[in-house]
């Protein structure tokens, strides 16, 4: 079965150092997603990528958080400074979209996350 | 913003019991998805229902999207300890190119 790789699954840093998470997604998909969860907010969407390019990062606050695709095979999301509000956990998801329109209807496979703590 | 609200939170039941998990919404969905997550794991699809009104099932699992598409429910029968799971449901809609909007969540667990 083929899955989304989310590399590191923890990290445990102090504030205000940089975080670097990544994401391999299912070979032949062409839409990543990076979600955040927490207990309180649940799952959030932070930003996605349709064939590498970002469509909506909204959800990302730009001054401290940062998402791109080098290549089809990494997407990385990096944190810096990181804050001890930005504990959570991470995920990764990828989907193959083929009609932008009815795109909704296609599942999201999603990686085990990175489970990040900020001390 | 459209938001969906899942009802219960959380759920505590003994196996061989029946229950049912809510989804609702003031705004209205072109598909529905429901997901189940286990500790450790990210959400796996279960089920998407696209048409109001529809009813999907999946072993002891029935889904059904309202008429309106606004709401959405899971009935479990005779539910199992492999039931446990957080269960999130996430609308679609034209227009937003495949973005879904994730519910609040309903955490299970059966115990034996």
């Known amino acids: 079965d083929a899955r989304v790789t989310q590399t590191p699954r923890h990290k445990v840093t102090e504030m205000g150092q940089e975080v670097t998470m990544r994401c391999q997604p299912i070979l032949g998909h062409n839409t990543v997603f990076w979600y955040r969860q927490t207990m309180m907010q649940g799952l959030e969407l932070l930003a996605y990528?349709?064939?590498?390019?970002?469509?909506?990062d909204s959800g990302m606050p730009k001054d401290r958080f940062s998402a791109e695709m080098p290549d089809a095979t990494l997407a990385t999301l990096k944190i810096q400074p990181s804050e001890p509000r930005d504990s959570a956990v991470y995920f990764c998801?990828?989907?193959?979209?083929?009609?932008?329109?009815?795109?909704?209807?296609?599942?999201?496979?999603f990686g085990d996350g990175t489970r990040l703590s900020i001390l | 913003t459209q938001l969906l609200e899942q009802s219960p939170q959380f759920l505590s039941i003994q196996e061989g019991e029946n229950l049912t998990v809510y989804c609702n919404s003031s705004?209205?969905?072109?598909?529905l998805q429901w997901y189940r997550q286990e500790p450790g794991e990210g959400p796996v699809l279960l089920v998407t229902v696209v048409t109001g009104g529809e009813v999907k099932k999946l072993k002891r699992l029935t889904f059904q999207f309202g008429d309106a598409r606004k709401d959405s429910s899971l009935h479990i029968t005779a539910a199992q300890p492999g039931d446990t799971g957080l269960y999130l449901c996430?609308?679609?809609?034209?227009?937003?190119?495949?973005?879904?909007?994730f519910g609040t969540g309903t955490r299970l667990q059966v115990t034996l």
């Open positions: 996430a609308g679609g809609n034209t227009g937003t190119a495949s973005k879904l909007t």
């Open positions: 705004s209205v969905f072109s598909s």
């Open positions: 990528f349709r064939n590498r390019a970002p469509l909506d």
């Open positions: 998801a990828s989907g193959l979209v083929l009609d932008g329109r009815t795109g909704y209807n296609q599942p999201q496979h």
